[in-house]
């Protein structure tokens, strides 16, 4: 088992002042008397996962909440480029730490691999990481748009892609639309618009200014402003270089006295003063050089008091065009280019009218093609969709229930602008597609299918979004799977099928299940109880790994407080002994046994008695075992 979350901790949260939870890649389930505060460690992953924080869970008298998550073999794969690209690093074993914390004063920080990021790299690591499927969970698939998202949840790839099209192509199409209908209905001030915009451009191109053009002008006025003084300066330096043209020698420049010095020093009978005449060599190409250079700039400067003028006049133009749009001769030619594509987008001319709702309606034909083969591919995974979660609820005390998964098109209204026509039918093309998605539940055999909040009683509603969230697992990329109480309504029978098919799932997936049910609990691989404490008339709760024995105790009590009794022992033990013979089955014959009626004894006893606890001891805040 990959990617799972090893190990979580949990401080300052509610009822829990410190408590860490040592979690098993295979099913891990929590339990707890009613108030111990097992929804904390729900509410710690949720803020480990990114989730909205909230002050209110702070625990009184304490500063801050805080969740620790270390997350383990983040060795490859789209959380390891989360990991690396938010400037984090694994630690030597590959695991990464996550942490979360929330002040009293409301503030949230977040923390991955030791350094600081934002609330949201959190949530894009656990969107990879971590699914977590709880009560408000249930109460959101009963609506239309997440019942379509389970559906492409589910259908995977085939959905995605064409979806993914659509959606492009949707969007090219609104614009389009909303381009020519902007056209059409602002046509006189478009067209006033479109008049200053060519009187700019006509005003600019009459100009014609380059490129940096102004700054290049100032540099040459600056020179022909002075270019007696320059040329002074330029003929006076060339000067002592070369020396004099005439060649008096009373004035050999900086060039002959280099000679003279080179002659001498060549001439020398000692070594050393022999050696410096390279470097005086050296020094005299340099000179030469620069002589030259200036040279060329006498040559180059101008004295020209008409072309003075002339770029005077020239600036003046310039001006003129950067006191109107702009700062700078760039800046003018910036705002020429942006005027130009603005004319493009004005002209509301019959032809430019006409191009615009061909290529309107070129892409509604080109969406009503994606959207149908959206609704084509959603129609096929809604049948196998369908039957997986019917097979599901067979194995789940609902034998002859079904889950129907329709597809239907959404009629557009009479003034809908985002209408495509698809088939024979004109549908309204919302993000999503044109598609109404519903699950319908058969509550048995001669039954009509009816949308499942208007079929099912609370604990039917409960399996049935057990078994969609079993059939959704299945399609999780995710490595964690977070079950909060969704068998909250179950008992008997059914909540031993429960526990069946969590222990199956936890075969492929890291299974975290918070749980009052005991036949669930008794299908752990790891047992959590949650203990609470009162001291001085302060409530503290903490978090403890169970020995097999104390399980036996913990669930005797979960079976309506009989703890103390040796029924109650029995009856754990029998639901302990039955849970381990099934994980101990090979896959293949654990998966046929979900299927067949289950051992009757054990959960018939149970089962009547199965309630959230009450009557147990209460045992002391406890820590890390």
Do not use: C
Not at 162 to 170: F, G, N, P, T
Not at 188 to 204: M, P, W
Not at 262 to 273: C, H, I, N, P, V
Not at 581 to 606: L, N, T
Request: aromatic content about 2%; charged content about 30%.
């Amino acid at each position: 088992m990959v990617d799972v979350l090893a190990e979580m901790r949990i401080q300052g949260l509610g009822v829990i002042e410190d408590a860490v939870l040592e979690l098993h890649p295979g099913l891990t389930v929590v339990t707890g008397e009613t108030g111990a505060g097992k929804t904390m460690v729900v509410t710690g992953l949720h803020l480990l996962s990114g989730g909205r924080s909230d002050s209110s869970k702070v625990r009184a008298g304490a500063g801050r909440a805080t969740v620790e998550g270390r997350f383990a073999d983040l060795t490859d794969g789209p959380a390891a480029r989360t990991v690396t690209d938010a400037g984090a690093e694994p630690d030597e074993d590959g695991s990464v730490i996550a942490l979360r914390s929330v002040g009293a004063d409301g503030r949230s920080r977040a923390h991955l691999g030791g350094r600081s990021v934002p609330v949201g790299v959190l949530a894009e690591l656990a969107e990879q990481l971590l699914a977590v499927h709880g009560q408000n969970d249930q109460l959101r698939l009963l609506r239309p748009t997440e019942q379509r998202a389970v559906l492409d949840r589910f259908a995977g790839q085939p959905v995605a892609d064409v979806l993914a099209e659509y959606r492009r192509v949707r969007q090219e199409w609104l614009s389009v639309s909303a381009e020519l209908d902007r056209r059409r209905t602002h046509t006189r001030e478009l067209a006033q618009q479109a008049d200053l915009l060519r009187h700019g451009l006509t005003e600019i191109e009459a100009v014609d200014p380059a490129p940096g053009e102004d700054t290049d002008l100032t540099e040459r006025v600056k020179r022909l402003s002075a270019a007696e003084e320059l040329r002074e300066a330029a003929t006076a330096a060339q000067l002592a270089l070369t020396g004099s043209a005439d060649g008096d020698p009373d004035s050999p420049g900086a060039l002959g006295l280099l000679g003279e010095a080179r002659r001498r020093l060549s001439g020398a009978d000692d070594t050393t003063l022999r050696e410096f005449e390279p470097r005086l060599a050296e020094a005299a190409v340099l000179l030469d050089e620069v002589g030259g250079e200036l040279a060329g700039y006498l040559d180059s400067l101008e004295v020209d008091p008409a072309r003075l003028e002339e770029i005077l006049a020239r600036q003046a133009e310039l001006k003129k065009l950067t006191r109107k749009y702009a700062a700078d001769v760039d800046g003018v030619l910036a705002w020429a280019e942006d005027a130009r594509q603005q004319l493009s987008s004005m002209d509301t001319s019959e032809d430019a009218l006409a191009e615009l709702e061909a290529r309107r309606d070129a892409l509604s034909t080109e969406l009503s093609g994606h959207a149908a083969r959206l609704s084509a591919a959603r129609a096929e995974a809604a049948a196998e969709l369908g039957e997986r979660i019917s097979t599901e609820l067979a194995g789940l005390a609902m034998g002859q229930a079904g889950i129907e998964v329709t597809v239907r098109g959404r009629p557009a209204g009479a003034d809908d602008t985002e209408a495509v026509v698809v088939g024979d039918e004109t549908l309204h093309a919302g993000p999503d597609g044109v598609d109404d998605v519903e699950l319908r539940l058969r509550a048995h055999s001669g039954a009509q299918p009816l949308p499942v909040h208007k079929a099912a009683s609370g604990g039917e509603l409960s399996r049935v979004m057990l078994a969609t969230e079993v059939v959704l697992a299945h399609a999780d990329t995710v490595g964690t799977l977070v079950f909060d109480e969704v068998d909250a309504g179950v008992g008997g029978r059914a909540a031993v099928e429960i526990g069946r098919r969590l222990a199956t799932l936890a075969r492929t997936h890291q299974v975290l299940v918070v749980t009052h049910l005991p036949q669930v609990a008794a299908f752990a691989d790891r047992h959590l109880v949650v203990d609470k404490d009162t001291d001085d008339g302060v409530t503290r709760s903490g978090v403890r790994v169970l020995a097999t024995d104390e399980r036996v105790t913990e669930l005797a009590r979960m079976l309506a407080g009989l703890d103390e009794t040796e029924t109650g022992r029995a009856h754990a033990e029998e639901l302990l002994d039955a849970a381990e013979r099934y994980k101990a089955a090979p896959a293949s014959e654990a998966g046929a046994r979900s299927e067949a009626q289950p051992d009757a004894q054990p959960e018939a006893r149970s089962g009547a008695k199965a309630g959230r606890g009450g009557g147990g001891r209460k045992r002391s805040a406890g820590r890390r075992s």
